[in-house]
């Protein structure tokens, strides 16, 4: 089994973990950890660790995503996008991103994604109906 996936029946509960940056947040930075801790919760997540870069990190995100991996959660829950620097693909290479404002869920990216393997169809419709494109012009 793969990180991050749980087995189809398993009862275990999903692990997230808060990545709070403090230049960012400011003085809000304490109420936005309790937000994102009680957003995980509400989605059903196990609340493990709220991660808080030290200020001279160069890699605040890496720095996130790296405890993120050793401690082998499902999610990474922020405040807003700002807080992976507007880049939720970053986090979604190998976790789902939670978002509390606004409530949005960014999905892990499936790497081994094969559309033949989910729909063998599509390659008889695309043999049977190839684009005209260009066929036109002849």
Not at 2 to 13: C, H, I, K, P, Y
Not at 44 to 64: F, K, N
Not at 95 to 110: K, N
């Amino acid at each position: 089994m793969a990180n991050n996936e749980v087995a189809e029946g398993d009862t275990r509960q999903r692990k997230a973990i808060g990545l709070v940056r403090d230049e960012l947040s400011g003085l809000a930075a304490p109420q936005h950890a309790v937000t994102i801790q009680r957003h995980a919760r509400t989605l059903g997540y196990q609340y493990i660790y709220t991660v808080r870069p030290p200020h001279d990190t160069p890699d605040p995100i890496g720095y996130a995503l790296s405890i993120a991996t050793g401690l082998d959660v499902t999610a990474i829950v922020v405040y807003d996008l700002a807080c992976v620097d507007s880049q939720p693909a970053r986090v979604c290479e190998d976790f789902d991103l939670e978002t509390v404002c606004p409530a949005t869920t960014w999905a892990r990216v499936c790497e081994d994604f094969d559309l033949e393997t989910v729909c063998p169809a599509t390659t008889w419709a695309r043999a049977q109906h190839p684009t005209s494109i260009g066929a036109r012009a002849q």
